[in-house]
């Protein structure tokens, strides 16, 4: 089926479905007409017996009776002691004992259907009289199918066949309008979906600048507004990703002039050696913005082929600290830490935790908090609140926060975190800001 285009394999389908349909419903239909016959039959052999009270006389040419005493007390075909068998019974029979004994057989054991080599025979039995306690007289009437076979001559031609006719050509026009419906429908269905494939294949010629707009409430319409917020997002990623080039030119502009100047200084001789400071200072920067460039790199294309481990954070958190009191001055760290662990790699929570408590020595003014309980950790100080943006859109490389530091140092926060699945929110509260990480 994926060889045809969506509209044929859907008529394809409708059609399948609907004859299908048909055959089964024909054969029902069929079936209930034998089901009618054998009902009329074998109330044709029950009217017979009920309308005659004395022995009946062969009027019918496919009805005849069989007259037989029975002895209840022997064997069955022993105790047929007597039987009496119309001239009708006997030219259905075909005049052949041994049919005639298993109708009466069949008859006598309640049978109202006897069929043989010969053909199908419908049967009945009527208790006529009571000659003793012991002895009992039956008459049996016998009907061969001579009868549904006239009855179904007669009305095939007008009833079934028009019946079976109505029904095929009623099937026939539902496929041919289903069909035209279904193919109209189709259609237009697949006209929308290809509309959606024209769009995404411009997307990149175009700067992403097409809109996808497709009315409805149906799944392709969904689908439309999905592909459009991914347009939206994919073009406001690439509006990021040129702010970040510019930023990191910018920013990497500012040390590499400053060296360049001082090391010509130093070499016409115009300046001190004790200059070498400043020489190595921006170099420093420079050493950490390309460290965390290297960071961002690597958790965007980390291979989640690494042995994930658990990871006790409590201990990172006091390494981090302790390797970092040098920077802390006057602020008083704070930490509430249980023995949570959480799946991941080891290396990337370090980073990041070393990137958090980075941004909390930058703004915290007096205090640093950090507590973890029941595998929710959480960073606060009492820094000024964080700018909405943050937020709501969460860290973009390379956006400038109100100090005009860079967001690299938060997007690997987030993207590590995310990654092992956890959450990373930020919020302004009483008095500071909180980050609080936590498993999805």
Do not use: C
Not at 157 to 173: D, K, M, N, P, Q
Not at 296 to 305: S, V
Not at 340 to 358: M, Q, R
Request: net charge neutral.
């Amino acid at each position: 089926m994926k060889k045809f285009k969506l509209s044929t394999q859907v008529v394809i389908l409708f059609t399948t479905v609907t004859t299908i349909s048909s055959i089964i419903f024909g054969y029902i239909s069929w079936h209930n007409y034998q089901t009618v016959y054998v009902g009329l039959a074998r109330n044709e052999v029950q009217t017979y017996l009920e309308a005659n009270t004395v022995l009946p006389k062969d009027k019918e040419d496919y009805l005849g009776y069989i007259l037989i005493t029975v002895n209840r007390i022997s064997t069955f075909r022993a105790d047929v002691t007597n039987r009496i068998v119309s001239p009708n019974a006997d030219r259905i029979l075909n005049s052949d004992l041994q049919r005639i004994n298993n109708i009466i057989e069949a008859a006598y054991l309640g049978e109202k259907i006897f069929k043989d080599k010969s053909g199908i025979y419908y049967v009945d039995i009527e208790k006529r009289n009571e000659v003793d306690p012991d002895t009992s007289e039956y008459m049996i009437a016998v009907m061969d199918n001579s009868y549904i076979d006239s009855i179904k001559a007669s009305t095939m031609r007008y009833e079934v066949l028009t019946t079976f006719i109505g029904t095929f050509l009623s099937f026939a026009i539902i496929v041919f309008v289903g069909n035209t419906v279904i193919a109209m429908w189709s259609r237009k269905t697949a006209a929308r979906i290809r509309y959606i494939q024209k769009e995404v294949s411009t997307f990149n010629s175009s700067g992403y600048e097409n809109k996808v707009i497709l009315d409805g409430e149906d799944e392709i319409s969904e689908l439309a507004r999905s592909v459009e917020d991914l347009r939206l997002e994919i073009k406001e990623n690439e509006k990021t990703k040129q702010e970040m080039f510019q930023n990191i030119s910018h920013d990497l502009k500012t040390p590499i002039s400053v060296i360049q100047s001082y090391a010509e200084a130093m070499m016409d001789g115009t300046t001190d050696i004790s200059d070498m400071k400043i020489i190595i200072k921006q170099t420093e920067k420079l050493q950490s913005k390309v460290r965390l460039l290297l960071e961002l790199n690597k958790i965007n294309n980390i291979e989640m082929n690494h042995v994930l481990e658990e990871v006790n954070i409590k201990d990172i958190i006091i390494n981090v600290t302790s390797n970092n009191k040098h920077r802390f001055g006057d602020v008083k760290v704070i930490t509430d830490l249980d023995n949570s662990k959480f799946i991941g790699v080891k290396e990337y929570f370090y980073t990041s935790i070393e990137n958090l408590i980075d941004n909390a020595i930058r703004y915290a003014k007096t205090e640093i908090v950090i507590t973890l309980k029941n595998g929710t950790l959480t960073f606060f100080n009492d820094g000024p609140a964080i700018e909405e943006k943050y937020i709501k859109e969460g860290f973009k490389p390379y956006e400038k926060g109100s100090k005009g530091q860079f967001g690299i140092g938060m997007s690997i926060v987030q993207k590590t975190f995310n990654r092992f699945g956890f959450s990373l929110t930020v919020e302004n509260v009483d008095n500071g800001v909180k980050f609080t990480i936590k498993k999805l």
